[in-house]
């Protein structure tokens, strides 16, 4: 059973404006050749952090200089954690790891964070003593650094907001793993306030535009990791996950979910929307095979000339 999808109007006119601006018509539109950095996938789902500070691109401590630091940086991690960390024991201890000059998938990066006209310093990376990442700031000030986080975040930070009051961060996912999260959050809590869980092997758009207002859809969403209809039964996956999975579906909802548009492209004559659906709509959720992921495709029923003919029906 073929299920269409029926835009609105504003949706159309949406498409038909992302190409013009992106300056890249949707049927030309193409999957990136490179893997994307786990920034970049960041970017693609949360599109209003476009302007932050990329943390890859900051200045990055010496291995000098971080010798030198080390003992007020030790001091500072050691008078936050009261409470043993799980990535200390006495097998590995991340903080005598940490300041190793060999380190490698992570590093100590060095930059104003909340623009006090203090020197403050990110380790963000390799959780070095377990699977994933794991992240630690130090603020500073006239009286040196304070660390206010009670342990290690298990996030690995991608990008900073101009005044520092808010950060993007992944966490990664473990080997074998079918999703991976990312995150908007504080220095409080990396993950306070927004989530986007993908399945790992998500096709992105190359272009994504921040629009802000949210669409109902009029009947049931089929949310895809890829723009193609793949609906066949995957006997291997399901095996796995035990329970059904079927093709590339992430995510069915009933008629009344309300979504984003973060981007649009036309593959071989059908046009589909990359989107991400409002936390709110689980309660019509049909089908869940990756457990919360609301990030993906749809396809829709209309063709460039349908769009034109409606925006122009409502000038």
């Known amino acids: 059973m073929r299920i269409r999808f029926t835009i609105p109007a504003?949706?159309?006119?949406?498409?038909?404006?992302?190409?013009?601006?992106?300056g890249l018509p949707a049927s030309q539109a193409a999957p990136a050749s490179t893997p994307l950095t786990a920034a970049e996938k960041s970017l693609r789902l949360f599109p209003e952090t476009r302007d932050w500070r990329t943390v890859s691109a900051q200045r990055t401590l010496s291995a000098a200089v971080l010798a030198e630091?080390?003992?007020?940086?030790?001091?500072?991690?050691?008078?936050?954690?009261?409470?043993?960390?799980?990535l200390e024991s006495a097998d590995c201890s991340w903080s005598e790891r940490a300041f190793l000059n060999d380190l490698r998938g992570a590093a100590f990066y060095t930059l104003d964070i909340n623009q006090d006209g203090h020197e403050d310093v990110l380790y963000?990376?390799?959780?070095?003593?377990?699977?994933?990442?794991?992240?630690?700031?130090?603020?500073g000030s006239a009286q040196g650094y304070k660390v206010k986080q009670d342990g290690l975040f298990r996030e690995q930070v991608l990008r900073i907001s101009s005044d520092g009051s808010q950060f993007s961060s992944?966490?990664?996912?473990?080997?074998?793993?079918?999703?991976?999260e990312y995150f908007i959050g504080s220095s409080d809590n990396l993950r306070q306030f927004a989530t986007a869980k993908l399945r790992t092997?998500?096709?992105?758009?190359?272009?994504?535009a921040n629009q802000k207002n949210s669409i109902s859809a009029h009947q049931a969403l089929i949310l895809r990791s890829s723009?193609?209809?793949?609906d066949h039964y995957d006997t291997g996956l399901s095996r796995m996950m035990r329970h059904a999975v079927y093709g590339n579906i992430v995510r069915r909802y009933l008629a009344g979910a309300s979504?984003?548009?973060?981007?649009?492209?036309?593959r071989q004559g059908q046009h589909w929307l990359f989107i991400s659906v409002n936390a709110d709509s689980d309660r019509l959720v049909?089908?869940?095979?990756?457990?919360?992921?609301?990030s993906g495709w749809i396809r829709v029923a209309s063709t460039p000339s349908r769009a034109m003919h409606l925006m122009n029906k409502g000038r």
């Open 10 to 22: 504003s949706v159309l006119n949406f498409c038909l404006c992302f190409s013009l601006l992106t």
């Open 170 to 180: 992944i966490a990664d996912a473990c080997c074998g793993a079918q999703t991976e």
């Open 227 to 230: 723009p193609s209809q793949q």
């Open 124 to 139: 963000t990376g390799s959780a070095l003593c377990a699977e994933g990442n794991a992240t630690l700031i130090w603020f």
């Open 259 to 266: 979504y984003r548009i973060l981007g649009s492209e036309y």
């Open 286 to 294: 049909t089908q869940d095979p990756y457990q919360g992921v609301r």
């Open 69 to 86: 630091r080390q003992p007020a940086l030790l001091a500072a991690y050691r008078q936050a954690i009261n409470n043993p960390d799980m």
């Open 201 to 208: 092997d998500t096709q992105l758009p190359e272009h994504t």
